[in-house]
């Protein structure tokens, strides 16, 4: 059935519910150029203010995944399994996770991005090992899952297109952060991934995409009903952002960071949310009689499944990673408790050394970024160092040091006041 765009819109306005044919109608219509950028800007910000109720998330999320294929890995021998994060600073969890959950027992078809402004993206991290190729077909990814438990690779273009093309538009129209929006863009591609199983790691604090924890966890309801009505077991774990994830903050710092955590060491916190996560993805996929993921990490089962997936992909797990040539140390300007490390800020200062993109088509630096010396709650001295900024010019210290200006406070005796790591837990 043929709507009119100009109904479609003035429906939203008028706060009413667009039926499930107008949806199909109108994400098709715009996917094939029948609508107009105009017209479609219009609806996203119709729906940006006045939202969208559950069935009318759903419509949308399904008319996005019949805009492209659906992956099937109903071939495989193992339950699947995935994980998504919703981005955040330092965040490397996927490079030992994935690893991790194929050691004990499930096999993980990653399709993952790359990172935009401060978030970092998980294939930008894997490019920084020599050889590694983040493009594979359907038929190269069953190849990888195959001899390595676990794949971590580039979305294809046919993959959820609506998704992609209303993407950009909301980019440049000032409607990204709507909660229908967001939740339907990340599962429909999810969903079309084939993936049986999902956990979610909704991401809050100043270095994440939902500032606050009300509006993270209405995310996460939202992303964790859309799941379950597609068939996906979903489970999302709600985590801290308001300070980096580990010490490492860009590609190849942070690669090496996961190494060290899949050769059994690593930071707490890194170590911490991997086996949480990975407990997680191995109890919604139903894998039985599934390893223990610490003891995974402990007898280099983890460690022989990364090697494995990086091999299979081009790369040389021992290669040596690139480095950046320019340094500059911050020191602690007094001794006492690191009380706060703003996530925003160590982003937006990683990015301005070289570490993430402006725009989508910008190269990454693989050896750039920042890496901390102290963390939220650790003691710190006078004139000791408290992070180093790695980048391949010396011109990008400025702009980076000017966005780390306030971003830390060090209390004479004070506490840090954090988040905890994990917040809570959210089940369909
Ligand atoms: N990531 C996505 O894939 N889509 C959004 O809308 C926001 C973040």
Known sequence: MGFDAIDVIITKRERGALSTAQIDWVIDAYTRGAVADEQMSSLLMAILLNGMDRREIADWTQAMIRS???MDWSVL???TADKH???????????PLAPLVAACGAYIPQLSGRGLGHTGGTLDKLESIPGWRASLSNAEMLDVIRAAGAVVCAAGSGLAPADKKLYALRDVTGTVESIPLIASSIMSKKIAEGTGSLVLDVKAGSGAFMKNVDDARELARTMVELGTDAGVRTVALLTA???PLGYAVGNALEVEEAVEVLAGGGPSDVVELTVRLAREMLEAAGVRGAKDPEEALKDGSAMDAWRRMISAQGGDPDAALPKSGEFVEITAPASGVLTKLDALAVGVAAWRLGAGRARKEDPVSAGAGVMLHAKPGDVVTEGKPLMTL???ET???ERAL????GAYTIGADG??????LVIGRITA
């Open 395 to 397: 011109a990008r210290f």
């Open 77 to 79: 021998d193992r339950p």
């Open 390 to 392: 790695h980048a391949d």
């Open 68 to 70: 492209g294929e659906r």
């Open 415 to 420: 506490e840090a006041d954090l988040l905890p």
């Open 402 to 405: 000017e966005a780390l200006e």
């Open 241 to 243: 952002m308001d300070r």
């Open 85 to 95: 994060s919703t981005g955040g600073v330092g965040d490397k969890i996927t490079l």
